[in-house]
């Protein structure tokens, strides 16, 4: 028997940790019962039993479900140690379960969304190629009836034709470059562990303060809750030390939203009591989650907006440049030999 497992995916991670939280609900032991109870699941049995295995040999089950170093790791192993030393696995399990869950619905609209702007830069890039490669040949042929030699523009435009392939690379890369670094930082981190989208973001900081209320309800000491709910949230292990200290001397913790540091450092001070810092901490999860569902609506509302502005002006540069420009110039020079 190997323990040395390779790391388990995010799709395995998740129906492990909901396979987990039914055990734990139902008072059954992990060992043993996680490989049993994956029997009828095909997709996540592999997963369970090596889980299971790991368990067995002696691993915490913070190093069996999320033992590779990584944020991700990080998240969910905050979330298995809260939900451990609280009693409450099953909701710290879940409520870890329902942020990813969130942001893969959240891609998931995004994706269809920006359907309609993909299909929109196709039908661009046939009918530009389709006008240029069919009326340069018809400015040739009638400039040639006044005019032995081709003008600058004229012999700019047949180069631009004889390039068609790098004039279309050229539209596709204005057209999608944008949207791909967009792609990208949307799927990147600030110094401090946060998404840089918003509506991720905000469903980290939900994590963190569902985190804190579950801590909070059972008595657990803010030294060591505090550092737990700032890793839930992205930030390294030193980064739970510096935000223990940062809320002992009323400062902002940057992987907390505004509302859960002002609570947080309410109830370290004395302001408040425990039990009305969990209500409110509840109240703060709520509206962040409320706030990550509109920003990914919103998202999805103004990118593909965003993307058919940028084809349609493409689409306008070209069709000036390629043929109203070259046909005002032709008139011209009609005009100008009669």
């Known amino acids: 028997m190997t323990l040395d497992k ?21 008072k059954l032991p992990l060992a043993g019962e996680l490989a ?18 790991q368990l067995s040999a002696g691993k915490s089950l913070s190093d069996a479900l999320a033992g590779e ?14 939900g451990e030393q609280s009693g409450c696995l099953e909701k710290t399990l879940e409520a870890w379960t329902e942020y990813h869950l969130a942001c893969s619905r959240y891609a ?48 700019a435009l047949v180069i631009i034709r004889a390039q068609m392939l790098w004039l279309m690379v050229g539209l596709v890369l204005a057209a999608v470059v944008p949207l791909l670094w967009w792609a990208r930082r949307r799927r990147s981190f600030d110094r401090w562990g946060q998404p840089r989208e918003r509506a991720a973001r905000a ?16 008595g657990m000491p803010l030294s060591r809750l505090i550092p737990y709910s700032v890793q839930a949230s ?17 400062q902002p913790v940057q992987q907390l939203s505004r509302e859960t540091t002002l609570l947080m450092a309410s109830l370290h001070g004395g302001l408040i009591s425990a039990t009305e810092a969990a209500e409110h901490l509840g109240e703060v999860a709520g509206f962040l989650r409320q706030q990550a569902d509109d920003s990914a ?8 907006m965003l ?32």
């Not at 992205?234 to 009323?250: D, K, P, R």
């Not at 609506?297 to 593909?304: E, F, I, N």
């Open 69 to 82: 170093p990584s944020r991700d790791s990080r998240v969910l192993a905050a979330c298995i140690d809260v």
């Open 203 to 218: 469903q980290s900081q939900a994590l963190a303060t569902e985190l804190l209320q579950i801590g909070v309800v059972v």
């Open 234 to 250: 992205g930030g390294q292990h030193v980064s739970g030390e510096q935000a223990l200290a940062s809320l002992q001397q009323q």
């Open 108 to 155: 998931r609209t995004l994706r269809g969304a920006l359907l309609y702007p993909m299909l929109l830069i196709i039908v661009m890039l046939c009918s530009l190629g389709f006008v240029v490669w069919v009326l340069i040949p018809e400015y040739q042929q009638t400039y040639a009836q006044f005019d032995a030699q081709l003008p600058t523009w004229l012999n």
């Open 307 to 338: 993307v058919a502005l940028v084809v349609g002006g493409l689409t306008l540069v070209t069709y000036v440049c390629l043929i109203y420009l070259p046909w005002i110039l032709l008139l011209q020079k009609i005009a100008t030999h009669d």
């Open 6 to 26: 390779t790391p388990l995916t995010l799709p395995e991670q998740l129906e492990v940790c909901q396979q987990v939280a039914r055990l734990v609900r139902s």
């Open 36 to 53: 049993r109870s994956a029997k009828h699941a095909s997709s996540s049995s592999n997963a369970a039993r090596s889980v299971d295995e």
């Open 297 to 304: 609506a919103s998202a999805a509302r103004w990118l593909p």
